[in-house]
T-cell receptor, first 116, second 113 residues
């Protein structure tokens, strides 16, 4: 049973380009979370999605960032017109249940975005 | 969100036990206490969680104070692979906060050979 798969592992974009980060949750998991870790900082929650629904996007920047989790296929975190401050590690996590107080979240290895 | 306080860093020798403390004095009665760790250049990894009773699994033990205002993660025999940042995370009860993990600064554990 493969774990949470994120790709690409490393992504380099020039300022102004778009970045698309993909996350395939573990088999049977229908809840996906995205986190961002800026250099030398802690992990910050960005968005929580279920299939075809955004449940909580309280951590998403208001502009240029969007996320989706379609009925078929991976979850996508999209960053338009990237700036140097977007350089960070982006982690995806999945869980089988919404009741994650009493279960664990499984994280991917992350996508390291570098904006040049 | 419940606030947590952890030491910035701790050191241990290989094969010795390690006790990683966490203070969460504002925890609510229905919050679970989760511990995750992050090895260098990797994603976070679940370690253990509990509510009121002490918990054991193959990775570690979790000792929870009777008043639940603090807990201690115990690694019984540290290995070099245990060098990581350890996060203590109370998980919220209710609504859309389910599943949202609030990471603090954590404790950087260094293990010496």
């Amino acid at each position: 049973n493969a774990g949470v798969m994120q790709n690409p592992r490393h992504l380099v974009r020039r300022r102004g380009q778009e970045a698309r980060l993909r996350c395939s949750p573990m088999k049977g998991h229908s809840h996906v979370y995205w986190y961002r870790q800026l250099p030398e900082e802690g992990l910050k929650f960005m968005v929580y999605l279920q299939k075809e629904n955004i449940i909580d996007e309280s951590g998403m920047p208001k502009e240029r960032f969007s996320a989706e989790f379609p009925k078929e296929g991976p979850s996508i975190l999209r960053i338009q017109q990237v700036v140097r401050g977007d350089s960070a590690a982006y982690f995806c996590a999945s869980s089988p249940l919404v009741e994650t107080r009493n279960t664990e979240a499984f994280f991917g290895q992350g996508t390291r975005l570098t904006v040049v | 969100d419940a606030k947590t306080t952890q030491p910035n860093s701790m050191e241990s020798n290989e094969e010795e036990p390690v006790h990683l403390p966490c203070n969460h004095s504002t925890i609510s009665g229905t919050d679970y206490i989760h511990w995750y760790r992050q090895l260098p250049s990797q994603g976070p990894e679940y370690v253990i969680h509990g509510l009121t009773s002490n918990v054991n699994n193959r990775m570690a033990s979790l000792a929870i104070a009777e008043d639940r205002k603090s807990s201690t993660l115990i690694l019984h025999r540290a290995t070099l692979r245990d060098a990581a940042v350890y996060y203590c995370i109370p998980t919220n009860a209710g609504g859309t906060s389910y599943g949202k993990l609030t990471f603090g600064q954590g404790t950087i554990l260094t293990v010496h050979p």
